[in-house]
């Protein structure tokens, strides 16, 4: 049987029997998209509905169901070996298989707007929770003008500054500090960029922290649910919803692109970038999601890229400096 009809027919199958009506159900909103988002059981909500903005709504764009081996058997998606990473992605159908200690499914049918997320050994990693169904909303957005960037994003009356970059060179700094001093805030690790009209708009309401930043932002730290470590790395897993309005978890117009590098600065500094080097940020932490369209996404990077100027920015060693750096920059342009 082809893979559409088995991802199709899967998907059917799980929301006629799983959630018709589902145990919990909620309305979020990502990017400009209205989701529905089922989770199966109670404790699956727990973990990854604050990390979505809520919604209020009574149809969406979107259906995703949330289940775990417990609900349904979808072993036959698995591909062999199931130790591999595998993605499938076609006109009507996506799938993603990620394997690992704690194994996630992805499906996505995009003929009835319906995906699910499949959790073999009834948890997720504790990564996940900060990003759920990010490779859904890839695909989902693909032949749209919509991109999930890897990211941060923040904005001051409207303006928003891009920050691209790989990891451990400052984007969650700088996005914290940034909200913390009143900025609108539309996330630190993907965000959703628009190729036509230059708008950004946040994916979700969540922070990944370095653990060792923790004492610089002790204010945020009541949104902390645990310290997670399964990606290599010791981070606070924050929810925002609680600390900033509903109102500043929004974006605005790309005014510019900044690519944070650390040089050894004590206060934020500013040089010119080339869009190459934008390319090269961008283009790199993509590739590693590994999912299809390559040609497609080369191309939105690419216009993402011409939408506004490029610069590389140290953020220092002050946090509290950034705003006030970042908001003089914006005047400047």
Known sequence: MPIERLVAECIDRVFDEVFAPPPVEAFVRSGSYLLRLCFARRCLANELLPSFVSEQADQADLQIGFLTSVEANLSHLVPYP????????????????QPGELPMLYLLDRRSNRALIWLPANAAPDWIASRPALPIMYAFSVGTPWIPLHAAAISQNGRTLLLAGEGRVGKTTAALACARAGWDYAGDDYVFTNVV??????????????????????????????????????????????????????????????????????LPEFSRARRLDAIGA?????????????????????TVIGLAPVSFVDTGQSPAAIPEAFAKFLDRL
């Open 282 to 302: 961008m283009y790199t932490s993509m590739m590693l999601m590994q999912l299809g369209w390559r040609e497609s996404m080369i191309k939105k990077i690419a």
């Open 197 to 266: 009209n230059a708008k950004v708009e946040p994916l979700y309401c969540s922070a990944r922290l370095r653990a060792d930043m923790g004492p610089a932002f002790s204010n945020f730290m009541s949104t902390s649910p645990q310290i997670s470590s399964s990606d290599g790395e010791a981070r606070y897993e924050l929810r925002l919803a609680a600390q900033l309005s509903r109102e500043r978890i929004c974006g605005g117009s790309l005014a510019a692109i900044l690519l944070p590098r650390r040089r050894g600065t004590a």
């Open 82 to 97: 199931p130790i591999e990473y595998r993605a499938f992605a076609s006109e009507y159908s996506f799938a993603v298989w």
